[in-house]
């Protein structure tokens, strides 16, 4: 008798994930913009906009006019095409390991009219850029360690005076982090608190 066949897993944060693709769209709305959005199978937030991401968009601090603009873990795009319509002088860095979703996010800001979002992996971003905000739901399921050294990569590269703008649900940890981030000598300040979820405020490093 033949052994049954393991169910392929994917992630998120899987840099070519292996599900097979089955693309749907999502809607986006938000005060200022309304946008219907292309997902995928292995791609975070695929069956509708996440509430975090949502909540960041509806309640985070404004957003620099111009400047270059980073969405780290940006997956299908949803704060990448919100931060380019409301700076349409800023320059916005949509990043993420995941290349479906930089495909994704690329077609998502092509067919909402963004044309000042560029879409990258890390390692392509180059390593003089500052940020005018750094803006992020951050993949918090990828573990504490390689979160931390996420982090830590690039809140180093906000311009002197810039802030990050992260969400985090409580019970995935968002009161430990915002104390990690703040003896890291990165200032961390909880600007709301909804549903469950942290929007909390991050400065550059300190020392």
Not at 103 to 115: D, M, V, W
Not at 121 to 134: K, L, N, Q, T, Y
Not at 152 to 169: D, K, Q
Request: with cysteine.
């Amino acid at each position: 008798m033949q052994g049954s066949v393991a169910p392929l897993v994917s992630h998120y944060f899987d840099p070519d994930p292996g599900a097979p693709s089955e693309e749907r769209t999502v809607q986006l709305v938000l005060p200022d913009l309304v946008v219907r959005l292309a997902t995928d199978t292995g791609v975070f937030g695929r069956s509708a906009v996440d509430p975090g991401t949502r909540l960041l968009l509806l309640e985070g601090p404004p957003v620099p006019a111009e400047g270059d603009l980073l969405d780290l873990g940006c997956g299908y795009g949803p704060i990448a095409v919100a931060l380019a319509t409301r700076s349409p002088a800023a320059t916005v860095w949509a990043v993420d390991v995941n290349q479906r979703a930089l495909a994704l996010t690329a077609r998502n800001a092509e067919a909402a009219g963004c044309t000042n979002v560029t879409v990258a992996r890390p390692g392509d971003v180059p390593e003089d850029v500052r940020f005018a905000a750094i803006w992020s739901n951050p993949p918090i399921r990828v573990g504490k360690e390689a979160l931390h050294e996420l982090l830590l990569r690039w809140l180093p590269r906000l311009a002197p005076g810039a802030r990050a703008a992260l969400v985090v649900h409580k019970h995935l940890g968002a009161d430990s982090l915002a104390r990690w981030l703040d003896h890291a000598g990165h200032p961390t300040e909880r600007l709301r608190s909804r549903m469950g979820y942290r929007l909390l405020e991050v400065g550059g490093a300190t020392r």
